[in-house]
């Protein structure tokens, strides 16, 4: 496994933007695929995106499509979120995952399918 930590989250303006790190620790980094999910109070952790080891191969929930960006440097053992026009409603705490590359799931939006997890960030978006 990997230990994870995630960064970047704040308070930010409905419109504004926030770029999330999510540092690994391991030698390995770049054998693990990567995501993102996230979890507003009351409601369940949800999926928003996640990168294959390679960076190829990149996946989002529609709701982020065209707003969010996953990215990785595997030098840096470190993925990243960027989060452009971003609305009130995608305040939640924000979790980065890790799995083996060999064993990314199909059903990589659920959260079981994800071995690894970091302790969260919060990201607020004001109205």
């Known amino acids: 496994q990997v230990q994870l930590v995630e960064s970047g989250g704040g308070l930010v303006q409905a419109g504004g933007s926030l770029r999330l790190s999510c540092a690994a620790s391991g030698r390995t980094f770049s054998s693990y695929a990567m995501g993102w999910f996230r979890q507003a109070p009351g409601k369940e952790r949800e999926f928003v995106a996640a990168?294959?080891?390679?960076?190829?191969?990149?996946y989002y929930v529609d709701s982020v499509k065209g707003r969010f960006t996953i990215s990785r440097d595997n030098a840096k053992n470190t993925v990243y979120l960027q989060m452009n026009s971003l609305k009130p409603e995608d305040t939640a705490v924000y979790y980065c995952a890790a799995q083996p590359q060999l064993y990314f799931s199909p059903n990589y939006y659920t959260p079981t399918t994800w071995g690894s997890w970091g302790q969260g960030t919060q990201v607020t978006v004001s109205s």
């Open positions: 990168i294959r080891w390679s960076g190829n191969s990149v």
